[in-house]
C-alpha cells in the first residue's frame, strides 16, 4: 500500500469510531490526508463515507476515537468552530436556504468570515460581503444570477451554487459529499476543472461514487466498506486491487 | 441588498410612522384610543413576529412575556410608587430576563415541543399570578391612574389620560419597536435568524451558534413584548390577570398570521384589522371570538402568507 | 372530619376524576400518537359530549334514557364533526404540525363560540341516571360517580381491545410505528387518520356525557380537561393505552390530593410545570425529532 508523503498531515483520524445502537457505522478508522491532496473516499453504500466525513465537519459526535486538525485534537469542537478553523462541509443531498436568493445564499457563508470578533462586527459593512458574494458566484459561473431564488434554478446551477456557498466559507479542508450526483457529463466536467482550481489553495476530501471522476481528480484514494478502511494508494493501485473490486461487486 | 432598495424599504417604512403621526390629527376620538391601543397591541406582534417570522420558533406562550412587562412596570408604581420611565424600565428588564431563563431551558427544544413548552410555561405564569392574587389582584386586576405621576416635559406635565400624550407615547413606543425589528431584519444578524428558519444544520455548519442566535432572539422577542405590555398598563391604566391567559398568547399568533408572518409591516396590518374585527363583531354577538376561529382556519387553509406575505410575493419582493 | 377520612374522600375524588381523564386524554394520547398531531380542539369536544348531554336529557323524559340517549348520540354526533373537521380542513394541509396546531385552535373558538351561541352562557345541571348514596361512616358518597368510574373502565377496556385485537387497531398501530411502511402494505393511511381522529373526539365527547351530571354543562369547560389531558399525554407516552392510564391516575389522584389538601390552582402550577420540565429534559422531544 502506498503511503502519503511524509509531511505533517493537516487531518487525521485515530481509531475512529461511530456506532448506532449495535452497529458500527464506522468502526475504528485511521485516516491521513497531507495539506494540498485531493483525497478521494470510496465504497459501496453504507460504507461509512457520510458517516465518517459527519464527525469530521462536527454533524456526528464520534463513539470513540480522535479528531485531528492541523495537529490540534478537535473532537469536541462544535461545528461551527470546526467552520472558523476552515473544515466546510457540502451536503450529499442538495442543502440550499431553497426561498432565499442565490445572493442571500452565499452572503451567509460570506459574512461569517467578516464576524471575526465584536469589532469587526459593528463594522461589518454589506459592500464586504457583496464583494466576496459575486467574487464566490462569478469563480463558480453564475454571476449573473444573484438575484434568482435558489429553488428556481436548475439542479445543476444548484450544485454550482453549494460550491459557491462552501468557497465563501475559506475552506482549508473542503469536504464534498458526492457532488457528481444527478449531473450530466458536461456539468460533471466543470465541476472537475473547479475543483482542481481550489484544489490550489485547498485540501479537499471528495467523497464519490463516480470512478473516472475519482481516477481524473484524486491523488490518493481511500476505500472503505462496512466502517473499515480496506485499502489505500493511488487510483491506478486501487483500480487493480482485488479486494476493492470484491467489495463493490460482492454487492 | 443594495443601496436604492435600502432608499426604497426606509422611505416606506418611515412614511408608514409619519401617516401614523398624522392620523391624530384627523382620527375622531373613539377611534384615536383605539389607534393607539392597536399600536402597543402591535408592538407586541412585532416581538412576536421576531420570533416566529425571522427565526421560525412558533410559541404559544409570549402573554408571560407580555404579562411580565405589565407586571413588571405596574407592581412597582401601584406598591412603590415608581415613575413611569423607571416603571417601563422595570418591565422591559423583567420580560427579557424571564425570556433568558425560559430560553435557556426551552431552546434545547423545537418545533411542537418548544410550542408545548411555552404554552405550559405561560400557563404557569398565568395560574402563578392567580395564586399569588393578595399581590397581583388576579382577575380583576388594578389601576394605575391615580397612583401614576404625569411625565414632566421641561415642566409641563403629560398626563398619561390625555388623548394627545397616549397616543404619540403608544406611536413612540411602536415607532421603537418597528425600526428595531427593521434594523435587525437589515443586519447581518437578521440575515442569520432567517437562514436558521430555513435550515438551521447548514447554517450551523457555515459556523454559527444556532443557539446563541435562537436566544437572543427569543430575548428580542420577549423584550419587546414586555415593552408593550409595560406600555400598556402605563397607558391604559389596568393592570390584570387576563393579559397572562392562553388567549393573549394565541392573539399575536392571529395578528402576525393575518398581516403576513415575517414582514415587518405585517405585524400592524395585522393587528389593525383583526382588533376592528373584533370590534365590529363584539358589537353583533357576545360570541365574537367566532371571528377569531373563522379567520384563523381561513388563513391556514387558504392565505398562509398574511396580507403583507402576499403583497411581497405577488408585487413588491423587496419588501422585508 | 379528620385527616384520613379526608384523604379517602380526597382518593375517591381522585379516582373517579382520573377515569375520566383516563378517557379524554387517551383520545388526545391516539391522535397524538398515531397522526403526529396536536388537537387544540380536543377539550371542546369534551365540552360538546357534555352539552349534547343536556340537550339529549332536556328532549327525553326521564335521566336515565336521556343519559342513555345521550351516551349514543353525542359521540356520533362529535365524531361526524371530528370526521368534517379531519376532512375539510386537517387533510387540505396534509397534517402539517405547525399549521395543524393553528387551524385547531380556530377549530376550538369557532365550536366554543358556536356553543355559546346555541346554548348561552350559563352553566347547566343534568340530573344523574342513578340517584344512590353509598354510606361510609364518615361520609355520604355520590352512587353515581362509581358508575361513571365503572363505565370509563369499560370504555378504556374496549379501546384496548380494538387497538390489540382488530384490523383497525392493528392499522393503527402500524401507522404509528411507521407510516410509510404500513403504507406499503397497503394501510389506507387517509382512512385510518379519519377514524383516528373521529376516535379521538368520541371519547372525549363520551368523557363529557359521563361527567356532566357531576359537573355542569358550561362553553368554557374545556379547557382545563385539555391542559389537563396534554399534561397526562405528555407524561404517559403518546399513543400507549397503559401509559395514558397509568398517568391519568397519576396525575388524576395527586391533583385531587393536592387540591384539597393545598389549593387546586398550586396543584394545575406544579402538573404544568412538571410537563415543561419532562419536554426539557427529554432527549428527542415528542415525536423523536430533536437532536439528543
Known sequence: MATVAAVAPLLETEALC???????????????VAPGEIRAVIGPNGAGKTTLVGMICGRLVPSSGRVLYRGRDITAMRPWERLMQGIVYTFQVTSLFKSLSCYENVALPAQRRLMRGFAARLALREKAVAERVCAALASVGLAGIAEQRADSLAYGHQRLLELAMALAAEPQLLILDEPTQGLAQAEIEQLCDLVRAIARSATVLLIEHNMPVVLALAGHVTVMDSGRIIAEGTPGEIERDAGVQKAYLGR | MNDLATHRVLALHLGVLALLFLAQFALPEYHHTNVARIMVLAAYALGYNLLLGYTGLMSLGHAMFFAAGMYGAGLPVYYLGFGAAGALGAGIATGMLLAAAFGLMALRTSGVSFLIVSLMFAQAFYLASLYFNEITLGDQGFILSGKLAPLQLGGTPLGFHEPAVKYNAALLLFAACFLLSLGLRLSPIGRVLI???????????????????????LVLSGGLAAAAGASYALLFSYVGSTFASILFSIYPLLWTLLGGVGTILGPLVGTGLMFYLVDIASGITSAYLLVVGVVLVALILWFPQGIMGTVRAKWLPWLP | MSFGPHLFLALLEGTVSAFVLA????????????????????????????????FCASLVGTPVAGFLFALIAAPLIVGALALAADRLVLRRIDYHPEGTIVATIGLLYIIQQAVLTLYGPEARPVTPPVYFILSFPWFGYSGYKLVVAAISACLLAATWWLLARTKLGLYMRAAQQDLEMAQAFGVPARRVYAMVFALGAMLAAVAGVLVVP????????????????????????LGSVKGTVVAAFVVGISDGVVSVFFSPTLAKIVATLLVAAVLVVRPGGLFGEDRA
Open chain 1, 18 to 32: 461511530k456506532r448506532f445502537g449495535g452497529l458500527a457505522a464506522v468502526n475504528d478508522v485511521d485516516l491521513r
Open chain 2, 195 to 217: 437562514a436558521i428558519r430555513e435550515n438551521e444544520e447548514r447554517t450551523r455548519l457555515f459556523g454559527y451558534d444556532s443557539f446563541r442566535y435562537k436566544l437572543l432572539a
Open chain 3, 23 to 54: 378517557l379524554t386524554a387517551l383520545g388526545l394520547s391516539l391522535v397524538f400518537g398515531v397522526m403526529r398531531i396536536v388537537n387544540v380542539a380536543h377539550g371542546e369536544f369534551f365540552m360538546l359530549g357534555a352539552v349534547l348531554a343536556w
Open chain 3, 214 to 237: 357531576i359537573q355542569q354543562a358550561h362553553y368554557l369547560m374545556g379547557l382545563d380537561p385539555l391542559l389537563l389531558s396534554f399534561i397526562v399525554v405528555i407524561l404517559g407516552g
